[in-house]
């Protein structure tokens, strides 16, 4: 079967860098996605990999190894309204998104 | 952001009754998406349509009944609910044909509980 694998919730320091990890199997690879969603409201578009390497947007980058089945999102100098869900989800061979249940990111101050 | 317009946001109802979400899109896309999000567990694509055309029905069960008028509009019709079908149901559309090649945007979503 398809499977995405996140850690269901993280905690993090206001100021800091966390990192969250997301691991696949999926039948073929057609690229990843990270979306946000804050508690309440709809997910939004983070990033996007197709190519194996890393992607940087502002204090968010996205990492990717296709072989290793990997990607991790990475945030830098953390902010309270950084607190949210952080949902990965693989386009497989059919183009078909496969979604994770999603990271609860904390931040503490 | 209103790209993407879902009502009501909150809905109560039991089990014997029938009622309907709305979703509207106002981004020129063409294809619109039903999503189901229960807590801790991965978005489940429900239904899907590209230019008001059914592309793909996920073995949804039969009290949930889409319907999409135009391509800007998206309704999902309910009755005779399970409580296991309270949940977040969410509303997205996107450019293309509803493959999944295309960034999708995401509704708020209605908070659906069936008691």
């Known amino acids: 079967g398809q499977n995405i694998d996140q850690p269901t919730e993280m905690t993090a320091t206001e100021g800091a860098i966390v990192q969250i990890n997301c691991t696949y199997q999926?039948?073929?690879?057609?690229?990843l996605f990270w979306y946000q969603q804050h508690a309440g409201e709809a997910p939004t578009f983070l990033s996007y990999?197709?190519l194996d390497g890393l992607e940087e947007k502002g204090r968010f980058s996205s990492f990717l190894s296709r072989s290793k089945g990997y990607s991790y999102l990475l945030l830098k100098e953390l902010q309270m309204k950084d607190s949210a869900s952080y949902l990965c989800?693989?386009?497989?061979?059919?183009?078909?998104?496969?979604w994770g249940a999603g990271t609860k990111l904390i931040i503490k101050p | 952001e209103t790209g993407v317009t879902q009502t009501p946001r909150h809905l109560v109802m039991g089990m014997t009754n029938k009622k309907s979400l709305k979703c509207e899109q106002h981004?020129?896309?063409?294809?619109m998406y039903w999503y189901k999000q229960s807590a801790k567990k991965p978005l489940e694509l429900m239904f899907v349509?590209?230019?008001?055309?059914?592309?793909e029905n996920n073995s949804v069960p039969s009290r949930f009944s889409p319907e999409c008028p135009n391509s800007s509009h998206l309704f999902l019709h309910l009755h005779t609910l399970q409580p296991e079908d309270s949940a977040l149901y969410l509303c997205?559309?996107?450019?293309?044909?509803?493959?999944?090649?295309?960034?999708?945007?995401f509704g708020p979503g209605t908070r659906l509980t069936v008691t």
């Open positions: 990999n197709v």
């Open positions: 989800a693989v386009r497989d061979s059919n183009y078909q998104l496969i």
């Open positions: 999926t039948s073929g690879f057609n690229g």
């Open positions: 997205a559309s996107s450019q293309g044909d509803g493959s999944g090649a295309y960034e999708q945007y």
């Open positions: 981004l020129g896309h063409n294809a």
């Open positions: 349509y590209s230019l008001e055309e059914r592309v």
